[in-house]
Nanobody, 126 residues
């Protein structure tokens, strides 16, 4: 069974750090395009960081450049999101996603995500 499960969300003060994890099962993360998305209260879901093992492309949203990084532990089949210098506007439900079904759009690693986790809430507040 194909599944993504996020963890690591919580309450953090402005300026703090948090690391989210996304454990994959039923497929190998490193074979596909994967990424992190978020949805703030009252707003639509946005892509923030994506990477593709198919063509090596990456995407970083301007709002998180220099503060957030994405990484994978292939041995654990787990995707991570390291978030530093957190701001109140980073408050959102964070989702990991994967694009398993072809075709894959080259150079667009965030497009076509078809497998989603249920999300984890991150609240940045003093």
């Amino acid at each position: 069974q194909v599944q993504l499960v996020e963890s690591g969300g919580g309450l953090v003060e402005p300026g703090g750090s948090l690391r989210l994890s996304c454990a994959a099962s039923g497929f190998t993360l490193d074979d596909y395009a994967v990424g992190w998305f978020r949805q703030a209260p009252g707003k639509g879901r946005e892509a923030i960081l994506c990477i593709s093992s198919i063509d090596g492309s990456t995407y970083y949203a301007d709002s998180v450049k220099g503060r957030f990084t994405i990484s994978k532990d292939n041995a654990k089949n787990t995707l991570y999101l390291q978030m530093n210098s957190l701001k109140p506007e980073d408050t959102a439900v964070y989702y990991c996603a994967a694009h398993l079904t072809p075709p894959h759009l080259m150079g667009k690693p965030c497009y076509g995500m078809d497998t989603w986790g249920k999300g984890t809430l991150v609240t940045v507040s003093s």
